[in-house]
């Protein structure tokens, strides 16, 4: 919740990819074959649930209060965030969410958790990214317009890009594209000048490269590129032995400002040793198709405000 320091109260705001959180149910339309109890990872209730209640122990612990706002990535429906919310060990939270229906073909989508006594939504919309060239159908970008305690106006915005797969330079235009697509949008409906703006999610590409070059060149900030934690991440995931970052929380100069602490949560328990290349790496739940009880081969980025 708020902590009042001064005349200002300090927000939370969390981002996480989980990694591959689905249910167990075969969604019509969707290729989610891999996770079903017969399928090749074998993904049964108990790995379900304990998915859950481990993505909720990461975020809980994330945190010294509840997270204000968690922009969550790779969760499959509403079924997942209703027991993600609900029934998992995150119950007790309180939090409620938004989040898109999109026409990737795994059925990956995005959301949005929030506190109800510190953040109101306003209004809330999905923007589909309309495919460019031999791009495949992409998440579409969630966007939340919302009030916090203090009254200021929050524009928010959860991103999925496309991945790398097939190659990072033939696969950048798809990248390019989300970022105009966003843009687009903004302009639309805040001033990056004057506005609180916030873009939080897995943008598949590093702060350096033409698709967040894209957002710099329109006045946007990159809050976490410099991110670290404090039990050695010096990314949110691990690459043959390299930290790098392809998460990121955008703002605007207006919020910039008002940034305070910036850190990737590393908790102990979050990290395994890496035995090829030495040092520790996210626990994630699959080591290829080996199942272990991890969390995700990604770290949460957390950025507080102090609005």
Same mark, same amino acid.
């Given at each position: 919740?708020?902590a009042?320091?001064?005349?200002?109260q300090?927000?939370?705001?969390?981002?996480l990819n989980?990694?591959?959180?689905?249910?167990?149910?075969?969604d019509?339309?969707?290729?989610?074959?891999?996770?079903? =109890?017969?399928g =090749?990872?074998?993904?049964?209730r %108990?790995?379900?649930w304990?998915?859950?209640?481990?993505?909720?122990?990461?975020?809980?612990?994330?945190?010294?209060?509840i997270p204000d706002?968690?922009?969550?990535?790779?969760?499959?429906?509403?079924?997942?965030?209703r027991?993600?919310?609900?029934?998992?060990l995150?119950?007790?939270?309180g939090? #409620?969410?938004?989040m898109?229906?999109?026409?990737?073909?795994?059925g990956?989508?995005?959301?949005?958790?929030? #506190?109800p006594?510190?953040?109101?939504?306003i209004?809330y919309?999905?923007?589909?990214v =309309?495919?460019?060239?031999?791009?495949?159908p992409?998440?579409?970008?969630?966007?939340?317009?919302?009030?916090t305690?203090?009254d200021d106006?929050?524009?928010v915005?959860?991103?999925?890009?496309?991945?790398?797969?097939?190659?990072?330079?033939?696969?950048?235009?798809?990248?390019? #594209?989300?970022?105009?697509?966003?843009?687009r949008?903004?302009?639309?409906?805040?001033?990056?000048?004057q %506005?609180?703006?916030?873009?939080?999610?897995?943008?598949?590409?590093?702060?350096?490269?033409?698709?967040?070059?894209?957002?710099? #060149?329109?006045?946007?900030?990159?809050?976490?590129?410099?991110?670290?934690?404090?039990h050695?991440a010096?990314?949110t995931?691990?690459?043959?032995?390299?930290?790098?970052?392809?998460?990121h929380?955008l703002?605007?100069?207006?919020?910039?400002?008002?940034?305070?602490?910036?850190?990737?949560?590393?908790?102990s328990?979050?990290?395994?040793?890496?035995?090829?290349?030495?040092?520790?790496?996210?626990k994630?739940?699959?080591?290829?198709f080996?199942?272990? =009880?991890?969390?995700s081969?990604?770290?949460?980025?957390?950025?507080?405000?102090?609005?």
């Amino acid at each position: 919740m708020f902590a009042l320091t001064g005349m200002s109260q300090r927000f939370t705001l969390v981002e996480l990819n989980s990694e591959n959180m689905f249910d167990c149910l075969d969604d019509e339309g969707k290729d989610d074959g891999e996770f079903l =109890p017969d399928g =090749p990872r074998r993904w049964t209730r %108990s790995r379900y649930w304990r998915k859950l209640n481990n993505i909720g122990q990461e975020l809980l612990s994330s945190s010294h209060d509840i997270p204000d706002l968690v922009a969550l990535v790779e969760v499959e429906n509403d079924t997942v965030m209703r027991d993600l919310t609900r029934r998992s060990l995150l119950g007790n939270a309180g939090y #409620q969410y938004l989040m898109t229906d999109s026409p990737d073909a795994r059925g990956i989508d995005v959301a949005l958790l929030y #506190q109800p006594s510190t953040f109101r939504p306003i209004c809330y919309e999905t923007i589909e990214v =309309p495919s460019v060239g031999d791009m495949s159908p992409t998440r579409d970008i969630l966007y939340v317009k919302g009030e916090t305690v203090g009254d200021d106006t929050l524009h928010v915005f959860v991103v999925h890009a496309p991945s790398r797969y097939g190659g990072e330079r033939q696969t950048r235009h798809n990248r390019k #594209q989300v970022a105009e697509v966003m843009l687009r949008f903004i302009g639309e409906v805040a001033d990056v000048s004057q %506005s609180n703006i916030i873009i939080a999610g897995d943008f598949n590409d590093y702060a350096d490269s033409p698709s967040l070059r894209q957002y710099y #060149q329109r006045g946007l900030l990159n809050a976490t590129q410099w991110a670290k934690g404090t039990h050695g991440a010096r990314g949110t995931y691990r690459y043959q032995g390299d930290w790098q970052s392809i998460d990121h929380i955008l703002v605007s100069p207006a919020l910039y400002k008002k940034t305070g602490t910036v850190y990737i949560n590393d908790a102990s328990f979050l990290l395994e040793d890496e035995p090829k290349y030495g040092g520790r790496r996210p626990k994630r739940t699959y080591q290829g198709f080996r199942y272990q =009880p991890g969390y995700s081969d990604h770290l949460p980025l957390v950025v507080t405000l102090e609005l």
